[in-house]
Each structure stands twice: as structure tokens, then as C-alpha cells.
């Protein structure tokens, strides 16, 4: 198992960039395929990017291909997920998971370690 801790959200203006990240800790972190997930106020937890072990695969939900870029320094233990040009509808709690048997996995029941989410709010 690993530990996630998301942090980088706040309050940013539509068109405003934020980078997240995730720090992991306990088992090794460079073991774990990762991926981002968000979810709005009433809404469900939505796929955001996936990564795998080394970084090799990426895979970005079609509504943030580039936009948002997912990414991870292994030596750090750390996952990032950079956003640009956000947008109203980008708000919500953003969650980092680690676990998935798949390299990039947009299913959320495929991950088995989760964060406690950061923030991301857009102000239009």
C-alpha cells in the first residue's frame, strides 16, 4: 500500500492555470500505475489522466487532451497533473489514485489507493 496526499488546488480564474500534485509514501512508489480523477458537487467521479509504472503511457480523458498533462518523477515519489486554460466546469475535488493492474486505466474500480482530493475551483 501507499499513502496519497493531493496538494496545488485553490481558487483560480477561467483561463488560469494550476499544477497538482501527489506525493506517495510507503511502498515503492515507481511499482503503481497512477491516475488523476475529479468529481463535481452532485455529480460522479469523472477520469481525468493515467500514467503508468515508468511513465512510458499516458492517456488523457478527451475532454482535457491538451489542456491538462499528466506526469510523475519516480525519483520524488510524486505525481503531477498540470492544468491550463481551466474552465468553469474544471471545478471540483481532484483526486490522485495509485493500484491499477492496467497501465492506463480510466475506471476508477480498477484503483484500490486513493487520496483525500484537493480543491480545484474556477471562477468564471
Known amino acids: 500500500q501507499v499513502q496519497l496526499v493531493e496538494s496545488g488546488g485553490g481558487l483560480v480564474q477561467t483561463g488560469g492555470s494550476l499544477r497538482l500534485s501527489c506525493a506517495a509514501s510507503?511502498?515503492?512508489?515507481?511499482?503503481?500505475?497512477m491516475g488523476w480523477f475529479r468529481q463535481a458537487p452532485g455529480k460522479e467521479r469523472e477520469f481525468v489522466a493515467a500514467?503508468?509504472?515508468?511513465?512510458?503511457?499516458?492517456y488523457h480523458a478527451d475532454s482535457m487532451m491538451g489542456r491538462f498533462t499528466i506526469s510523475r518523477d519516480n525519483a520524488k515519489n510524486t505525481m503531477y497533473l498540470q492544468m491550463n486554460s481551466l474552465k468553469p466546469e474544471d471545478t471540483g475535488v481532484y483526486y490522485c489514485?495509485?493500484?491499477?493492474?492496467?497501465?492506463?486505466?480510466?475506471?476508477?474500480?480498477?484503483?484500490?489507493?486513493w487520496g483525500q482530493g484537493t480543491q480545484v475551483t474556477v471562477s468564471s
Open positions: 500514467i503508468s509504472t515508468s511513465a512510458t503511457l499516458t
Open positions: 510507503g511502498r515503492t512508489f515507481s511499482n503503481y500505475n
Open positions: 489514485a495509485a493500484g491499477s493492474p492496467l497501465a492506463t486505466s480510466s475506471e476508477a474500480l480498477n484503483y484500490n489507493m
